[in-house]
């Protein structure tokens, strides 16, 4: 999908379903071009790719089907490479040839997430201009910036901020299922950028995440640990959007007959940012995931 003015400006793309079960941002980017009908961009270009992995859409699935590969990390792809990376240089050549200003990659996770933007960590080598536009970018956004403590290595906002091409990832809640909530979510924080560049007027209230005054405009650090020891039967005793101390009870593992097997305490002070979609435990499986602070 593409939008153009004649008047000179930023390049600025989205992407959205690269993981075949995260529909919902496709429906951001349809909606963003719908209100663009509407209130037409001021300048520069917006271009989308809504849907990157339509073999994993059409089955409800994460990866490639044919191929069971993972499409975001596949990149920058490969002309002659997996299926995957064939889709991958398709995807990374045509966002690269428009030299962007920022790159959106959306996604969804668990179900019980609340939305939140990724910022890659900066690139060891190189220059640092393309992740401080990303991580200036990403506060816009009015989501918790969650920062990735390791490369994801062949993800595509980390494969572009490698190309000096300034891109994140934002996480807009559930998987498998459109949530309405997080469409309007994902509208204004993609707005509040585009607005940001000067492509569109800022003509409401930006999305703000309720965060407490204190932790506002803070960057959090990813986390999905501690993971489980024992198997078992989940129980949650803290909710994705809460504040958690160190130390502090977060989930519970019991057995079949109701015996406690484990308590898990969150590992430092922390915004929860999701809650894993099963309850049953396994040794070693994440279950809660954290923005650290
Ligand atoms: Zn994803």
Redesign the pocket.
């Known amino acids: 999908m593409e939008a153009r003015t004649a008047e000179p400006g930023p390049a600025v793309w989205l992407t959205a379903c690269?993981?075949g079960d995260?529909v919902g941002g496709m429906v951001v980017v349809q909606e963003i071009f719908k209100r663009l009908r509407k209130r037409p961009l001021l300048s520069g270009s917006l271009h989308a790719f809504p849907l990157m992995n339509p073999l994993g859409f059409e089955a409800g699935a994460?990866h490639v089907t044919m191929s069971e590969e993972d499409l975001?990390r596949s990149f920058p792809g490969n002309a002659k490479g997996t299926l995957a990376e064939r889709i991958a240089e398709k995807i990374f050549a045509a966002i690269c040839e428009t030299r962007p200003a920022v790159v959106m990659d959306l996604?969804?996770?668990w179900i019980g997430s609340i939305p939140y933007a990724v910022l890659d960590p900066p690139p060891l080598a190189g220059s640092l201009m393309a992740y401080d536009k990303a991580s200036t970018l990403a506060a816009k956004t009015g989501l918790p910036v969650v920062a990735e403590p390791e490369a994801i290595r062949h993800s595509l906002s980390h494969s572009l901020l490698l190309k000096d091409v300034p891109a994140m990832?934002v996480?807009l809640g559930e998987?498998y299922v459109v949530n309405e909530r997080f469409v309007e979510t994902g509208v204004k924080a993609v707005w509040s950028v585009l607005a940001e560049l000067k492509l569109v007027e800022q003509d409401e209230a930006p999305f703000v995440y309720p965060l407490p005054a204190e932790l506002q405009g803070r960057t959090f650090r990813y986390s999905s640990h501690p993971t489980t020891s024992t198997s078992g039967v989940l129980r949650f005793l803290a909710r994705p959007g809460d504040i958690v101390r160190g130390g502090q009870p977060v989930a519970k593992v019991f057995n079949a007959f109701g015996r406690l097997q484990e308590t898990l305490t969150a590992p430092a002070d922390a915004l929860v940012l999701g809650k894993s979609d099963s309850s049953v435990a396994f040794p070693g499986a994440p279950v809660m995931a954290f923005g650290l602070l």
């Open positions: 690269a993981h995260e994460r975001n996604h969804n996770d990832t996480e998987s």
